[in-house]
């Protein structure tokens, strides 16, 4: 019973963060939704080993990740969550807000890069 509240907690949260989204996380939702990038479907706000993930993509093992300020402050924690997922099949690709608003083609290409490595 207690799983179907965690599980309830996360889906809550998946959902506050989906309707409270960055306006980097918007931008980079909207260049990845609908299968725009090689036909590869990505998730918003999806949880992977207890963690909830900006952006993942099933079809290429590749969870991509829009930090802002207070990832340089929480490194140790971002560390950890990578070395969780990337035992799994997952690679882990991670842009700097002001990287999406100051260079979008070059994050895209980042990502287009990773998937064409990765199906």
């Known amino acids: 019973m ?3 509240n965690n599980r309830k907690t996360h889906a809550e949260h998946r959902r506050t963060l989906r ?3 960055t306006d980097t996380e918007k931008i980079i939702w909207q260049q990845l939704r609908g299968r725009q990038v090689l036909n590869a479907r990505f998730r918003r706000q999806h949880t992977i080993e207890n963690y909830i993930v900006d952006f993942v993509s099933f079809d ?3 969870i991509v990740e829009i930090d802002g300020g207070q990832h340089a402050e929480n490194c140790t924690y971002d560390e950890r969550r990578d070395a969780l997922v990337t035992p ?3 690679k882990v690709l991670r842009f700097w807000n002001s990287d999406v608003t100051t260079n979008l083609n070059g994050v895209m290409e980042s990502i287009y890069a990773a998937v064409t490595q990765r199906i």
């Open 2 to 4: 207690k799983s179907q």
């Open 19 to 21: 309707c409270n989204s």
């Open 60 to 62: 290429a093992m590749l």
């Open 88 to 90: 799994t099949g997952f």
